[in-house]
């Protein structure tokens, strides 16, 4: 990917040559270093077990582009966050999106992991404006996860009423 | 196939060139007139409907056949604009019109044309190919900027627009998910930019599992059958999309091609595995 980086900003002669295939601008972004680096170094790739009660997986999809994402966390007795993966399928953007994404989650309650917004995300990617729905796909997953967990421990609440009756 | 200098030849010498006015343009000039008088995503889907099955009506049909008949178009639509050529200020009685039929020098291309129009295909989901690529050689043969490296700045520019229009038009119409995404936009529906919030979470964890596998996938085999199931899975959904595109039925249409988008990402993502097992 890193070549196609350099292919996409060193080539006006490419740009200029597509010229007639769109009457319209094409634009031509550059992907921002930080981006690049969740690509190539990913962070926190893989899965969690879900069937686990602590684990919480948020699963959201962007009809638009076709991305998928998967966010799973991992919640200990405290209510703390202690580990995340993610699965994205997606653009260079929605990975770099959802790596962050578990990044911040860790170590935090999960009632501060639901105060994480997209802008947070888009601006420390340095999203430009046409990427800016891969942060939202992130904040979603986030608390679609969230909402999975927090459904399973009322779940598990419920079992423990009906156990001491 | 015409030759490129024959072409050139019955054009010159025909004052209405067959292969610019067919049969359909004067029927589809109803739905056309519509398009200018009121923005094209107000096609109804009667007057859709009406275009549809205007084969069947006969009498209908022979109000529009006739090209001569400049006449009726006019009466059906009396807010339209009138076009006229740049140069010689004759009317341009065609749409979509690509050169002035008295002094046949290049136009611009119009506003409000659909893609459909451009590439003379019926405004179906199910399409001919082989008939819009042979459209679009056609349109290419005459339009292309090439042609008119001779010409005033002003006929290059002309015919670089429309060129580029005619591009986008068969790009758009060749791939049946670009199709439908812009059937709907014509009716002023989009697929949604962000998260989809009433995605089946059974249907989300199917495609986390087929772009798991391909990711994993060792051997061209695994690779080539996840293409295949793929390419089957996006066969039906064209079949699903041109029932629901045929009743009307427009939201179903834009979930199924929402589907049939996930799908064909995951075709992109077989060809790109298979490229690098070379």
Known sequence: ?165 | MFSVSSLRTVFRAAPQPRWLVTNRLSGSAAVSCSAHCVSTSVLKKDTWDSNFNFRALGKERELFISTKQVCSRRDLCTSQVKLSCWKCQQALDQTPSFFCMSCKVVQPPEEGISFFQIMDCDYTFTLDTQKLQKRYLQLQRSLHPDNFSQNSVREQEYSESHSALVNKAYKTLLKPLSRGLYMLELKGMRLEEGTDLGADSDFLMELMEINEALDEAQTPEEANKIGQDTKGKLADLTEQIDAALREGELQVSKALLAQMKYYANIEEKVKKKLSEFM
């Open chain 1, 1 to 165: 990917m890193a070549s196609s980086v350099t292919k996409k900003c060193l080539s006006p002669l490419a740009f200029l040559s597509r010229r007639f295939s769109a009457p319209e601008f094409i634009s031509q972004c550059c992907y921002h270093k930080k981006v690049v680096d969740h690509y190539e170094n990913p962070r926190n790739v893989g899965s969690l077990d879900k069937n686990s009660k602590k684990v919480g997986t948020g699963l959201v999809g962007a009809p638009a582009c076709g991305d998928v994402m998967k966010l799973q966390i991992e919640v200990d007795d405290e209510g703390k966050i202690v580990d995340a993966r993610f699965k994205t399928f997606g653009c260079g953007s929605a990975i770099a999106s959802s790596s962050l994404a578990t990044e911040w989650v860790k170590g935090k309650s999960v009632d501060e992991a639901l105060m994480i917004k997209n802008t947070d995300i888009a601006k420390e990617l340095s999203l430009p404006p046409v990427k800016l729905h891969c942060s939202m796909l992130a904040e979603d997953a986030i608390k679609a996860a969230l909402a999975d967990y927090r459904l399973k421990q009322d779940g598990e609440q419920q079992e423990a009423v009906r156990a001491s009756r």
